[in-house]
């Protein structure tokens, strides 16, 4: 499955960018060899007969440049521009300098040829009107292949970025998976795992309840749900590592992986706060408002993502045997009905009105205070409690430190080259422009038939995509609707709901070398799915729109 969704988005990515190239040529988007007349006004008296270079401001109607670009600025524009004048070569170049003010397509032209802040044309004919002013007609630099530059761009930066993340991660991991050494000889994992053992016996069947891989997923599963990202990392990669000596069919991913990986997928943190900061940056008078709806939407999606990996790891059903299936799968089936029956007695007697606001009752002050102490406290208490376990249970604790934190550099830097596939073929995808001429045109089918803001419908698609993409969209919608509004809301919610599905298949499984990973993707995006719909249902519900 994960194969043919990389092919495609490479595919759709290469084809999109393509599509979109082809029609800019034919229309002549870029005005390519095409004149167009300004006037420029210099710092001193113009020579004209003189070789040399003068400085001035030109100024751009804007009648002259929507007719030029098909664009609809309201008013003229002026930069800052060089005109070199060489009588000896015959040419006469000017150098347009980017400014704020510059329109987004002459950006975008700019950053095309190589250097963002300036943009080149030749200066065919002038008309003086002063000593210090005249009415030129000039030729900007041609401009082709836009979108097939940005996807050669993305994907040598991306491959870069992909590779600092991998060597970003040998740290922290050597670092937890040395402190879980120890805790994992002095017996205080095994103990941990007795604890949730009738959880997990029901979850992952196949695990014996005190092997290695529990205590692992024990761990990674609560740091997530702290928000201690750099700390669940590791954990997850140590689980899947422990989940895969049990894996009796090497590459292949287990009913266990993909139940671990649905988990995961899902993001149910308690405190987003990475969501809560960006809105604070942003002025939002209760920053925190989004933590009941978040804690919803991602309850929705651990659900949904743990249902699916249990539903579909018992496919596919031989014929004849469906009876058999419904035996086994009763009671799971008793339960979604169930589930579906709550959220709809819910909605009529709004039940879920009253336990979201159960989570805005603290204040954003106090909750700050709250989420700033967790913060700083749990990384040295986790620390602090592993490590001291073991040297009362008389471990060696700095040996097994080392043993652990060797484990941490070999699987941070084995995943480097299934990381930079998977951030590849994604950065060829959205930079190709699949995303936004392609996907979301057929996903608003769907996503307007059930009240989805348009405005909010990029959030929702780039978020199992891109963390850091997911960040930058929620931070400019914020910045536009602002952290209050619906609109506002619902972004921060979505962000606080779900994860980036595709890295962290490619992480985990990459751990690993898992290639085959059955139903994994397809629990995992039905997991976003149930998060993005459980956090549109709630904000809907709480605050209208």
Not at 4 to 10: A, C, N, R, T
Request: proline share 4%; net charge positive.
């Amino acid at each position: 499955m994960l194969n043919y969704v990389w092919l495609s988005l490479i595919i759709l990515g290469i084809a999109s960018a393509l599509y979109v190239d082809l029609s800019d040529i034919s229309t002549n988007k870029y005005h390519n060899n095409e004149p167009i007349t300004i006037d420029i006004k210099f710092a001193s008296n113009f020579a004209p007969d003189s070789s040399g270079s003068y400085r001035g401001s030109a100024v751009i109607d804007a009648k002259i440049y929507n007719k030029a670009y098909h664009d609809s600025i309201r008013s003229a524009f002026s930069l800052p521009v060089i005109l070199s004048i060489n009588h000896k070569e015959g040419t006469a170049t000017l150098l347009f300098s980017v400014t704020d003010n510059t329109p987004a397509l002459w950006k975008t032209m700019a950053e095309t040829s190589g250097d963002k802040d300036k943009i080149t044309a030749k200066l065919t004919s002038f008309q003086t009107l002063n000593p210090e002013t005249i009415k030129a007609t000039v030729i900007l630099e041609e401009i082709t292949f836009v979108k097939l530059k940005d996807v050669t761009n993305e994907t040598i930066n991306i491959a870069g970025v992909a590779v600092k993340i991998a060597l970003g991660l040998i740290g922290i991991m050597a670092l937890w998976l040395g402190v879980m050494k120890v805790a994992e000889d002095a017996g205080l994992i095994n103990k941990l795992a007795n604890v949730i053992k009738p959880v997990t016996k029901k979850l992952f069947p196949d695990v014996p309840p005190d092997h290695p891989a529990v205590g692992a997923m024990l761990m990674n599963i609560s740091a997530n749900m702290l928000g201690l990202g750099n700390a669940a990392t590791p954990f997850g990669l140590k689980a899947m590592e422990e989940l895969d000596k049990l894996n009796p069919n090497k590459g292949t991913a287990t009913n266990a992986m993909v139940t671990f990986l649905a988990i995961n997928t899902a993001g149910l943190t308690l405190i987003p706060a990475t969501a809560i900061a960006v809105r604070a940056a942003a002025g939002s008078s209760d920053p925190a408002i989004i933590i009941g709806p978040s804690i919803f939407g991602a309850t929705c999606a651990t659900i949904t993502g743990i249902v699916a990996a249990k539903l579909f790891q018992k496919f596919p059903v031989r014929k004849g045997e469906w009876k058999n299936w419904w035996q086994e799968n009763w009671k799971l089936t008793v339960f979604i009905i169930a589930l579906a029956a709550f959220f709809l007695i819910a909605t009529i007697t709004g039940l879920l009105s009253i336990i979201g606001s159960l989570f805005t009752f603290i204040g954003p002050n106090m909750l700050k205070t709250i989420m700033k102490i967790l913060s700083t406290i749990a990384i040295p208490f986790l620390i602090a409690i592993f490590i001291g376990y073991g040297a009362f249970k008389k471990v060696n604790v700095y040996d097994q430190f080392i043993e652990g934190a060797k484990e941490g550099f070999n699987i941070a830097v084995r995943i480097i080259p299934y990381l930079v596939a998977m951030l590849v073929a994604i950065g060829i995808f959205r930079a190709g422009g699949a995303l936004d001429n392609l996907f979301i045109p057929v996903v608003r089918i769907f996503t307007d038939a059930v009240g989805m803001p348009p405005e909010a419908l990029p959030m929702a698609l780039i978020r199992p995509l891109s963390g850091s993409g997911s960040l930058g969209v929620m931070a400019e919608i914020i910045s536009v609707y602002g952290a209050d509004s619906f609109i506002g809301v619902l972004v921060s919610t979505f962000f606080g709901s779900t994860e980036t599905t595709f890295y962290v298949l490619a992480v985990y499984f990459g751990a690993v070398n898992i290639r085959r990973t059955r139903h994994a993707l397809v629990a995992g995006l039905l997991a976003d799915v149930a998060g993005i719909l459980g956090a549109l249902f709630i904000v809907k519900l709480l605050f209208g729109t």
